[in-house]
């Protein structure tokens, strides 16, 4: 990976854990580290974090989108579904994506936030 870490701002963090913890669990990602009322990180190296905006600003861009590994498309179809049934607007159903690449397996939701998320299997 090329990146250190990732971190998106979300405007109530609490509910966000709350969301992020059981989303990420379908991929078998835990959350690894927090900052009371601040921020949670999430990953064994913390690659991927939520917190507060700065200056309490608006965090979400159009253009942000992170795809999060998923072991199986089993894992794809519940991250979606989780996402779901926690409040996420869909942003494509579990499926096949021909158009990114052979054996692309993919699901995308916004979280309450606006920020893009996608849970991707290649295999």
């Given at each position: 990976m090329i990146l250190n870490h990732v971190s998106i701002g979300v405007s109530d963090v609490t509910a966000s854990i709350r969301f992020y913890d059981n989303v990420l669990k379908t991929l078998g990602i835990k959350r690894s580290h927090?900052?009371?009322?601040?921020?949670?990180?999430?990953?064994?190296?913390?690659?991927?974090?939520?917190?507060?905006p700065c200056e309490n600003r608006s965090s979400a861009g159009n253009g942000t989108h992170i795809a999060f590994n998923a072991a199986t498309q089993q894992a794809v179809i519940d991250f979606h579904a989780e996402a779901i049934a926690l409040g996420a607007i869909c942003e494509g159903k579990p499926g096949k994506r021909p158009e990114y690449g052979e054996g692309y397996y993919a699901a995308f939701i916004r979280d309450r936030d606006g920020n893009k998320l996608e849970a991707v299997f290649i295999g």
């Open positions: 927090m900052i009371e009322n601040v921020a949670a990180a999430y990953g064994e190296g913390f690659e991927f974090w939520i917190g507060c």
